[in-house]
């Protein structure tokens, strides 16, 4: 059974046809998934690169710790990475797949965003059009508006809001913020990342996602005397 939509057909134009099992066997399934996911990365990490119409290098490094692939398999990685971001056209059919297959599970969608955060920050900055291509991006993965402020505080100029890093509205009480601050932290720990058997870039991402999250409440407890 062919991988099929525009991550198949990306991948097909770099690697030709990717066969499994006609009974969809459970191993099948899961291969085909991670055919999805990888590929899936790989082609909104090019073109997040190429959002502000420049790739550099420092986000050429970033996606290399993002996806981690051996060394037999890197000149097919690269070469899709580089067909992908020769335009930034087409993403939204690339995050759509992504959606359709893993939309039931947020946390893994949410890791995608912050390692595409990872990639546009590389260079310093998160430039107005990364920032409108990541806020696209999350809306097709069935985040709203409030959702992506939250992703977004975690990276973008230090000194953001704690109360939207958390989720939470400025007039919420003692015991809603320390509710909302311990169910973040189970969330949000690594060791939830390394269950999932995400690779090692994923688990630096979460590990920064939950410092962002323990400084924002540490912060809100300072000014509040929590």
Do not use: C, W
Request: avoid cysteine; proline fraction near 3%; aromatic fraction near 8%.
């Amino acid at each position: 059974m062919a991988v099929g939509g525009p991550i198949g057909a990306l991948l097909g134009a770099v690697a030709g046809h990717y066969a499994f099992d006609r009974q969809e066997s459970p191993e099948a399934a899961e291969a085909r998934r991670q055919i999805v996911f990888t590929m899936g990365v790989i082609a909104l990490s090019a073109k997040m690169a190429r959002a502000d119409g420049i790739v550099t290098a420092d986000e050429v490094q970033a996606f290399g710790r993002v996806v981690e692939v051996s060394e037999s398999e890197r000149r097919n990685v690269e070469r899709l990475f580089h067909l992908a971001q020769q335009t930034v056209d087409g993403y939204q059919a690339y995050a759509k797949q992504i959606a359709d297959q893993f939309g039931e599970d947020r946390a893994l969608l949410e890791d995608v965003l912050d390692a595409l955060f990872e990639i546009a920050k590389a260079d310093g900055a998160v430039h107005e059009r990364e920032l409108a291509y990541l806020s696209d991006v999350a809306s097709i993965f069935g985040f709203g508006e409030a959702d992506f402020r939250r992703i977004a505080a975690r990276h973008v100029a230090a000194g953001s809001d704690p109360y939207t890093v958390l989720g939470l509205s400025p007039d919420a009480d003692a015991e809603t913020i320390r509710k909302r601050y311990r169910a973040l932290v189970v969330e949000n720990h690594p060791d939830r990342a390394i269950a999932r058997g995400l690779p090692e870039e994923f688990v630096r991402v979460a590990t920064e996602r939950l410092a962002a999250i323990n400084a924002a409440y540490d912060r809100i407890a300072q000014e509040r005397g929590l």
